[in-house]
Every structure is written in structure tokens, then in C-alpha cells.
């Protein structure tokens, strides 16, 4: 007899995964390095980069941490929801995967804004990481939009948090889309952003707490 193997039974590891990658992203960009980074003068940004130089390393660190989390969830996440569709897990993974090397990628032009000798230069290294992540982003917001339908049509995750990782799919289009071509714009999506985290949050908390009854029900 062939026993299918528990598409949950690694849901809570999933959910510490997903728990650091927020924290890990949230933290790094808000708490560490935002209140760094002056856009309007490169003085001021530089000066505060090098005041603070050990702040901003460990906010370059977090998001090594993110990528690394976001790769392994990427291949948990595979597993948990190729018995719903083998190929559409498979192109969830594949773009989350793009996202998360884009992402880490990215963190050289982190480096390069705090060693080089030009303010303008470092603002300008900033800048491209900024954009870098927007991109990384537009994979990532391809990935949202895949694991909502395996959300919803697996069964033994709630519909609702298909939606919400589907709506966080277009935010994060949106937001990246403006970046590259009405950056001047890109400062009115903030409030929108509240959605993916929300959503991701929600579906995190589910993956920690939930799977047990998930599994009985899936497995009645």
C-alpha cells in the first residue's frame, strides 16, 4: 500500500522559517538601517554610517539571515504543497528562490555605500540596492500569486490566507513597478505594504500553531 507522506509535517520548522524572515526583514530595514539613511543629504547618510558602522553591519547580517530562511522556506514549503499540484510547487519554489538570491545579491552594494570614500557614491550604492530589492520583489510577488492558488485549492490551509498572500502578491508588483518606472511615486504605496505583512504574518502564526488540526481534518 502507498502511504502519502504528511504534507505537514514540517509546518511548524516552516513557520520558525517564516518568523525569522520577518523579524530578520522587518528589523533590518526599520530598526536598523532606515534611521541611518538620509536621502536628502549623502553627508548626513555617510557620517551616520560610519558613527554607527557596527549598527548597519548587523542590519546587512539579518538580511544574510532572511535569504538564507527564505531558502529553506522556499524548499519547505515545495513539499508541503507538491501533493496539491507537483508544478505548480515547482514554480513557487523556482521564483522564491530568484528572490531570495536577487535579494542577497543585492547586500554587495549594502557593503560597497559603507567602504567607499564618496558620500554621493554611498547614497548612490543605497539607491541600487533599494532597486535590486524592488526586483527581487517582482519574483516574489510571481511566487505569492502561485502559493495562493496551492492555498486554495490544498484543503488543509484556510482559503482566507490564499487571498491575503494573493492581495501581498499585488502589492509587491505594484510597489516594484513604481520603483523602476515612477520612483517619484513609490513613497505613496507605504501604507499598502500593512497588507503583505498582515497576511504573511497570518499565515506564519497559522503554520506554527495550526497543523495539527489541519492534518486530523485532511487526514479525515
Not at 109 to 127: E, K, M, R, T, W
Not at 158 to 187: F, K, M, N, Q
Request: proline share 4%.
Amino acid at each position: 500500500m502507498h502511504i502519502h507522506p504528511d504534507p505537514l509535517r514540517h509546518a511548524r520548522l516552516a513557520g520558525a522559517l517564516y518568523l525569522t524572515i520577518i523579524i530578520c526583514g522587518v528589523g533590518s530595514e526599520l530598526a536598523l538601517r532606515g534611521p541611518l539613511i538620509d536621502a536628502a543629504s549623502a553627508e548626513h547618510t555617510m557620517q551616520a554610517l560610519h558613527a554607527q558602522s557596527l549598527r548597519f553591519r548587523l542590519s546587512i547580517l539579518a538580511d544574510v539571515v532572511m535569504a538564507l530562511a527564505d531558502a529553506a522556506l522556499a524548499l519547505l514549503l515545495f513539499r508541503m504543497f507538491r501533493s496539491v499540484s507537483a508544478d505548480l510547487a515547482l514554480a513557487a519554489l523556482v521564483f522564491r528562490l530568484l528572490q531570495s538570491g536577487l535579494i542577497a545579491a543585492g547586500l554587495l552594494n549594502l557593503q560597497a555605500a559603507l567602504i567607499v570614500g564618496s558620500a554621493d557614491l554611498s547614497l548612490h550604492y543605497l539607491a541600487l540596492h533599494a532597486y535590486g530589492y524592488d526586483l527581487g520583489l517582482i519574483f516574489f510577488a510571481v511566487n505569492c500569486f502561485l502559493t495562493a492558488q496551492l492555498i486554495t485549492r490544498s484543503g488543509f490551509v484556510p482559503r482566507i490566507l490564499g487571498l491575503g498572500i494573493g492581495l501581498s502578491g499585488l502589492v509587491y508588483l505594484a510597489g516594484s513597478g513604481l520603483r523602476i518606472v515612477a520612483p517619484e511615486l513609490h513613497g505613496l504605496m507605504a501604507p499598502a505594504y500593512v497588507v503583505p505583512l498582515v497576511a504573511e504574518t497570518a499565515f506564519c502564526l497559522w503554520l506554527l500553531v495550526k497543523p495539527g488540526g489541519a492534518r486530523r481534518r485532511a487526514a479525515a
